[in-house]
C-alpha cells in the first residue's frame, strides 16, 4: 500500500480525482478506510476524525467529483453506480485490496452500492446519516436541468442561500461553523464550472437502493445518526437498520445532518468501541 498523506489525483473518465492517503501510526497492517463525503462537501469534512482514527486504520479520502478539488468536466457520468465503480478503481491504481469505508450523507449510498456490487472487496461500512430511500429526480426536475440556463440559475439559487445557510440548516449547533469552513466550503462554488456539473449530477442520479437490495448487504454495518437531522430524518435510520441484515445503531443528541463536522470524537468513540475495540 502507498504510505504517504501527500495530495494526489487519479485520472478518471475524463475527471482528476483528488486523493489523500495517510499512514496509520499504529500498525503497519491495520486496515484502511475510505472515507466517503455527501453532497456539496468534501473530504475536508473528515480532517477532525483522521487524527483520532490513524491509529488503528490507514485512512483513504477522496474529493467525489464535481466536488472539493476534484475536476468539473460535464463528460463524467455522475451516477451512484459510476461513483461506486470509482472508488474501486481507486484502490486498484493504489494497490489496495479490501476496505472499511465510512461514508456521510450521500456517500453513505455509494458506498451501499460498493458492498451490493463489490462485496469482496468491502469488509465493513460505517454510514454516517446515509441517502436512503430516496427516489430518482422527477420528469419535470430533469427536464428543468436539461435547459441551457438552468446552471445559471442554480448558480442563483446556491447564492441566495449561502453556503453558511446551508450550514445551519445541516448541524444543529450553528456555533460549531466557522470561517474556515465557510470559506473551504464556499471554494468550489465561486466558479461556473460546477453548476453545469451539478445540474447533469440531477439527471445522472439514479434512485437510491430498494430494500429488496439493502437486504443483500450482509458486511458489518454501524449506522450514526443525528436526532435532530433536517435533511434525512432519524425515522429513516430505524427502516435502514431493519433493511440491513447485519447492522447496529447509534443515535445521537443535539446533533444534525452534518455529523463529521458536528460530533467528530463522538462519531470516532463510536467507530473504535463498536469495531475495533470489539475485536481485540
Avoid at 175 to 181: A, D, G, N, V
Avoid at 187 to 210: H, N, V
Wanted: glycine share 4%; with cysteine.
Amino acid at each position: 500500500m502507498e504510505t504517504t498523506k501527500q495530495k494526489k489525483t487519479i485520472h478518471f473518465q475524463n475527471a482528476d480525482i483528488h486523493y489523500r492517503l495517510y499512514q496509520s501510526t499504529g500498525k503497519s497492517d491495520n486496515p484502511c478506510l475510505f472515507l466517503l463525503h455527501g453532497f456539496l462537501s468534501s473530504q475536508f469534512c473528515f480532517r477532525k476524525m483522521i487524527p483520532q482514527l490513524r491509529r488503528h486504520f490507514h485512512i483513504l479520502t477522496i474529493d467525489l467529483p464535481p466536488f472539493g478539488k476534484s475536476g468539473k468536466v460535464t463528460s463524467f457520468y455522475y451516477s451512484y453506480q459510476n461513483m461506486a465503480d470509482l472508488v474501486i478503481y481507486v484502490l486498484d491504481a493504489l494497490n489496495i485490496g479490501k476496505v472499511w469505508i465510512g461514508a456521510h450523507s450521500m456517500g453513505g449510498q455509494i458506498a451501499l452500492r460498493c458492498a451490493m456490487c463489490y462485496p469482496e472487496r468491502i469488509e465493513k461500512l460505517i454510514l454516517m446519516a446515509p441517502s436512503c430511500y430516496m427516489k430518482k429526480a422527477s420528469k419535470m426536475l430533469n427536464a428543468f436541468s436539461a435547459f441551457p440556463t438552468s446552471p445559471k440559475l442554480l448558480k442563483a439559487v446556491l447564492r441566495r442561500a449561502g453556503v453558511d445557510g446551508i450550514l445551519k440548516k445541516c448541524m444543529h449547533d450553528e456555533q460549531l461553523i466557522t470561517k474556515r469552513m465557510i470559506a473551504v466550503y464556499t471554494k468550489p462554488f465561486l466558479e461556473y464550472d460546477i453548476y453545469p456539473c451539478l445540474t447533469k449530477l440531477i439527471r445522472d442520479r439514479e434512485g437510491d437502493l430498494p430494500s429488496s437490495s439493502l437486504r443483500a448487504i450482509d458486511q458489518p454495518c454501524l449506522i450514526i445518526w443525528g436526532k435532530q437531522d433536517l435533511i434525512l430524518p432519524v425515522s429513516n435510520s430505524y427502516r435502514l437498520l431493519r433493511d440491513l441484515p447485519n447492522a447496529e445503531l447509534c443515535t445521537l443528541s443535539r446533533a444534525g445532518h452534518f455529523l463529521p463536522e458536528e460530533a467528530p470524537g463522538l462519531i470516532c468513540d463510536y467507530i473504535l468501541a463498536k469495531t475495533i475495540r470489539r475485536e481485540k
